[in-house]
Nanobody, 126 residues
Framework: QVQLVESGGGLVQAGGSLRLSCAAS????????MGWFRQAPGKEREFVAV????????SYADSVKGRFTISRDNAKNTVSLQMNSLKPEDTADYYC???????????????????WGQGTQVTVSS
């Protein structure tokens, strides 16, 4: 089992940047595909980005493609989400999640993920 803790959220103006981090403990991060999801008030949780166990494969939601970058450092047991050109519609709670599937394919579906962090809030003002 792995424990996940997100950090790096905050308030930023539109057009600005934030870098979210997810620190893992309890088990080595290379055992998991890692994803970022977000949930805005009154909306369902949605996929943002995912990275495979050793970083060879990534996938992004269309809404963030070209603006967000997911990366991981297995030696440090961390996953990051660099968010640039932020928009007010990016405002949400952001969660990192771990998928323990042995499949080589990453998933964009939240129910595929086994472990979740508590989330970090991102607010983008216009």
């Amino acid at each position: 089992q792995v424990q996940l803790v997100e950090s790096g959220g905050g308030l930023v103006q539109a057009g600005g940047s934030l870098r979210l981090s997810c620190a893992a403990s309890g088990r080595t991060l290379s055992s998991y595909h890692m994803g970022w999801f977000r949930q805005a008030p009154g909306k369902e949780r949605e996929f943002v980005a995912v990275i495979s166990r050793y970083g060879g494969s990534t996938s992004y939601a269309d809404s963030v493609k070209g603006r967000f970058t997911i990366s991981r450092d297995n030696a440090k047991n961390t996953v990051s989400l660099q968010m640039n050109s932020l928009k007010p519609e990016d405002t949400a709670d952001y969660y990192c999640a771990a998928d323990k599937s042995v499949s080589g394919q990453v998933s964009v579906v939240a129910r595929r993920y086994d472990y979740w962090g508590q989330g970090t809030q991102v607010t983008v003002s216009s």
